[in-house]
């Protein structure tokens, strides 16, 4: 069952003895589960269960249910005292894979900080759990429960609206941790403040990171220690303008940042030389990069650059030999791309005064897919595109400027699809041009006169574009 709609369930769920399994897969809208539940003793499977406020719908529903697999139990807000959260049952659970514990964000806080946090210590899970997802949690601290020692199968953490918490459990510790998700932890300052003996590592299996919304995050651990996370692939870091640096990363493939940043955090990339993907978006404050910046980034195949008030991408791309998508958006700077030899994938889009390809583009050769939107100043296409040898894709779309197509579009002999759209001042053909005989699709829309020229039969350009297979 799928509906983000869905207030109430049908109350007469509870006579139904043999009921297996109940999921309802979003349940965002649902505001609480049917009294009655507790009697469903052969139920082995429930997604989501609601704390009320009446004696029907509490916590204490679960107590003999033998449920596994994945269960959210949302409402906490509506457990009637700290007790109470016990007689779930929760760490005799031993088929769980798979725990949400969620109060109402917003919902008025009624109880104390020291309530928040021996309700939370009551809903220990047993030590099989494998993931685990705590929202709008207002204790300042977490369980001892969240320990090597209790879940030492735990791969997936997710933390949300903690807003009160200023240290994390010892999450470094879980030796099979792999993913982690903090977001809107106002008050933490550390990822990770523990000490390591005996040759421990901090985060020893961890490969996807993602932080957001850490307004008063400052380093990832305490004293900004040089110890690595040895297997960590993917990092995201959003609006967290108070970081500083990022530790040692041997094995870092990806990294998106969005958002205020630091100006050392940002001067830290030049020391992740694993670095194949990098995202840049929306950072208010970065007029330049600085100066060095990607120079030792030898292995970026991807790099995508969105809302930056930069003017220029000037030796920024020199040392990038191994790049192959380029997407360039909403910024607006002269972009040389001369030494991009293994560039196979270049977007353009939202960069209202960029006029592309302004400077020597003779090694640009292995370039197969062009996509420029929402050029504005763009009046012709420029001539060093001829130049692009290998290009099998090409998309235009949203370019006002625009009135002709080239004659030497033609010479383009490994075109196989073109696509214009939405350039409503794209009327017309050249004398001279002459479309590729490897284009076998032609998508023309939003440009009515064109399409007016091309239509078949009796537009006066149909016997140009008439030998594509496939045109629409």
């Keep these: 069952m799928n509906s983000e709609e ?3 369930l049908p109350r007469g769920l509870k006579v139904m003895k043999s009921l297996y399994l109940l999921e309802i897969e979003r349940f965002d809208s649902l505001l609480c589960t049917p009294p009655g539940l507790g009697d469903l003793i052969y139920l082995r499977e429930l997604s989501i269960f ?18 596994g697999g994945s269960l959210s139990i949302g409402g906490l807000e509506n457990v009637s005292n700290t007790e109470d959260a016990k007689k779930a049952n929760l760490i005799t659970k031993n088929d769980l894979t798979s725990l949400g514990l969620l109060w109402t964000d917003g919902a008025e806080k009624t109880h104390s900080t020291e309530y928040y946090e021996e309700l939370l210590q009551g809903l220990q899970p047993h030590h099989n759990l494998e993931a685990i997802r705590i929202n709008s949690y207002q204790g300042s601290k977490f369980p001892n429960w969240m320990s090597a020692l209790a879940l ?22 879980l030796p099979s941790l792999t993913d982690l998700n903090l977001y809107e932890m106002d008050s933490l300052k550390y990822l990770d403040d523990e000490r390591y003996v005996n040759g421990e590592i901090p985060f ?30 993917e990092i995201e870091i959003i609006r967290c303008p108070k970081l500083r640096g990022l530790p040692f990363l041997p094995t870092l493939r990806g990294l998106d940042i969005e958002g205020s940043i630091s100006a050392t955090l940002l001067g830290s990339l030049r020391f992740l030389t694993s670095l194949t993907s990098l995202k840049l978006s929306h950072i208010p404050e970065l007029a330049a990069f600085p100066e060095g910046f990607l120079q030792n980034n030898n292995a970026l195949e991807n790099l995508r650059i969105e809302s930056l008030a930069i003017t220029t991408l000037s030796n920024v791309l ?3 030999s191994a790049l192959k998508t380029l997407d360039l958006c909403r910024l607006f700077p002269a972009a040389t791309m001369e030494h991009l030899s293994s560039l196979s994938s270049l977007t353009i889009g939202n960069c209202k005064k960029l006029k592309p390809f302004s400077g020597p583009m003779n090694q640009t050769t292995a370039l197969r897919s062009l996509h420029l939107n929402w050029l504005p100043e763009l009046k012709d296409l420029p001539e060093s595109m001829q130049l692009f040898s290998a290009l099998q894709w090409l998309c235009i779309s949203y370019c006002e400027g625009l009135c002709s197509l080239p004659d030497w579009l033609g010479s383009l002999e490994s075109l196989s699809a073109l696509r214009i759209g939405q350039c409503k001042n794209l009327s017309s053909l050249s004398d001279g041009f002459k479309t590729p005989q490897s284009l076998w699709f032609l998508h023309i829309y939003g440009c009515p006169e064109l399409e007016k020229r091309c ?8 016997p140009k574009i008439s030998h594509i297979p496939l045109s629409l």
């Design 318 to 320: 020199d040392n990038l």
């Design 152 to 173: 030492k199968n735990l791969k997936k953490v997710s933390l949300e609206s903690c807003r009160r918490c200023e240290h994390l459990p010892p999450l470094g510790k």
């Design 204 to 233: 020893p299996v961890l490969t996807t990171l993602s932080i957001s919304d850490m307004p008063n995050l400052v380093e990832f651990r305490r004293g900004n220690s040089v110890e690595s996370i040895a297997c960590l692939k």
């Design 50 to 67: 609601i704390v009320g406020q009446d004696a029907s719908h509490q916590i204490d529903q679960l107590k003999e249910l033998n449920l």
């Design 455 to 462: 239509k078949k039969p009796e537009g006066e350009y149909w």
């Design 6 to 8: 869905l207030l109430e």
